[in-house]
């Protein structure tokens, strides 16, 4: 059974950081062949890519509003992806997911195939 367990949201002044994690498990590939990304939904909006790899060879995609500040990676040895987050502004508030597509699949954060969803972890950033 695929897992994906979230952690590392809180509460956090504007210009803080936080590091969110997502332990991966029960998947058939080594998880460096995975698409792998993170998508947040704010209160009354539709959900969106924050960021996305195709594999660990792959082009990274990150939205213009997170640009500079947030950087994904992962730990192919530990099955864990990694968002850091830095300069964080009360719009990056709301809850955070991580995602995994199928092996070389593309655009994950766009129209791409996406598997698997972690539970989602809440990101709130004060003015």
């Known amino acids: 059974e695929v897992q994906l367990v979230e952690s590392g949201g809180g509460l956090v002044q504007t210009g803080g950081s936080l590091r969110l994690s997502c332990a991966a498990s029960?998947?058939?590939?080594?998880?460096?062949?995975?698409?792998i990304g993170w998508f947040r939904q704010a209160p009354g909006k539709e959900r969106e890519g924050v960021s996305c790899i195709n594999n660990s060879k792959g082009k990274t995609h990150y939205a213009d509003s997170v640009k500079g500040r947030f950087t994904i990676s992962r730990d192919g040895a530990k099955n864990t992806m990694y968002l850091q987050m830095n300069s964080l502004k009360p719009e990056d508030t709301g809850v955070y997911y991580c995602?995994?597509?199928?092996?070389?699949?593309?655009?994950?954060?766009?129209?791409?195939?996406?598997?698997?969803w972690g539970q989602g972890t809440q990101v709130t950033v004060s003015p």
């Open positions: 995602v995994v597509g199928p092996p070389l699949a593309p655009d994950l954060c766009g129209l791409g195939i996406k598997d698997y």
């Open positions: 029960g998947f058939t590939f080594a998880f460096d062949d995975y698409a």
